[in-house]
């Protein structure tokens, strides 16, 4: 069953502006991941966020994790034309995720010049 | 550094035809392996996993099979390929920690 679902699934701004995309999940985990894919290339890790974290930040990017409500956002401020691409929240099959990770079906974020 | 190789980029098979993608790994020793399939406006979906040289998991009955002959190197197959089997192919390993994953750039198969 899928274990990460972002939400919007599409969204569509200015640039300049922020961005901010949700995940769920389901069971316990001991990390969450956020990744980034442009249009027909391979995944980009972004930001891992561990259980006993509730914000990390990296750049323009802040991930944040509520353990309690089994959630995560991504924000990307100023944003940028090259900052659109699909945005996907991952977290691992078991454990530290040796054995993979479960992706949401991603958040599709087009900039607007 | 670590980087991944992965091909042929593009791949337009018959059905009923054999599949070999391969993908190999820099910069890194006994890596854990993966293969994902994404299917058009779809997330990933994990297929296979390896922890070691002839260690293979699968985490979903297919038409797909994977092996790893070397340390570093991953191989997906089919002896014979369905219509299904289209999508996006992406192979990746585990990095150190913090643990996040590398991926290759992808293999865009279609099977007509």
């Given at each position: 069953?899928?274990?990460?679902?972002?939400?919007?699934?599409?969204l569509s701004i200015q640039e300049g502006e922020n961005a901010t995309m949700n995940c769920s999940y389901k069971t316990s985990i001991?990390?969450?991941?956020?990744?980034?894919?442009?249009?027909?290339?391979?995944?980009?890790?972004?930001?891992?966020?561990?259980?006993?974290?509730?914000?990390?930040?990296?750049?323009?990017?802040?991930?944040?994790?509520?353990?309690?409500?089994?959630?995560?956002?991504?924000?990307?401020?100023?944003?940028?034309?090259?900052?659109?691409?699909?945005?996907?929240?991952?977290?691992?099959?078991?454990?530290?995720?040796?054995?993979?990770?479960?992706?949401?079906?991603?958040?599709?974020?087009?900039?607007?010049p | 550094s670590q980087t991944i190789h992965q091909w042929p980029a593009t791949l337009v098979q018959p059905v009923g035809s054999p599949?070999?993608?391969?993908?190999?790994?820099?910069?890194?020793?006994?890596?854990?392996?993966?293969?994902?399939?994404?299917?058009?406006?779809?997330?990933?979906?994990?297929?296979?996993?390896?922890?070691?040289?002839?260690?293979?998991?699968?985490?979903?009955?297919?038409?797909?099979s994977a092996s790893r002959p070397q340390d570093r190197q991953f191989i997906l197959s089919s002896k014979k390929l369905l219509l299904?089997?289209?999508?996006?192919?992406?192979?990746?390993?585990?990095?150190?920690?913090?643990?996040?994953?590398?991926?290759?750039?992808?293999?865009?198969?279609?099977?007509?």
């Amino acid at each position: 069953s899928q274990q990460g679902e972002e939400d919007p699934q599409a969204l569509s701004i200015q640039e300049g502006e922020n961005a901010t995309m949700n995940c769920s999940y389901k069971t316990s985990i001991n990390n969450l991941q956020w990744y980034r894919q442009n249009s027909g290339r391979g995944l980009v890790h972004l930001i891992l966020i561990r259980s006993n974290e509730r914000e990390k930040h990296s750049g323009r990017l802040r991930v944040t994790l509520d353990t309690s409500k089994k959630s995560s956002s991504l924000l990307i401020t100023a944003s940028r034309a090259a900052d659109t691409a699909s945005y996907f929240c991952a977290t691992p099959h078991s454990g530290g995720g040796a054995d993979g990770l479960t992706f949401g079906k991603g958040t599709h974020l087009i900039i607007q010049p | 550094s670590q980087t991944i190789h992965q091909w042929p980029a593009t791949l337009v098979q018959p059905v009923g035809s054999p599949l070999s993608l391969e993908c190999t790994v820099e910069g890194t020793s006994n890596p854990n392996l993966y293969w994902y399939r994404q299917a058009a406006g779809r997330g990933l979906q994990l297929l296979f996993y390896s922890v070691g040289i002839g260690q293979i998991s699968s985490e979903v009955p297919q038409n797909l099979s994977a092996s790893r002959p070397q340390d570093r190197q991953f191989i997906l197959s089919s002896k014979k390929l369905l219509l299904s089997d289209s999508g996006f192919y992406l192979c990746a390993h585990r990095d150190k920690p913090p643990y996040g994953y590398t991926f290759g750039s992808g293999t865009r198969l279609t099977v007509v």
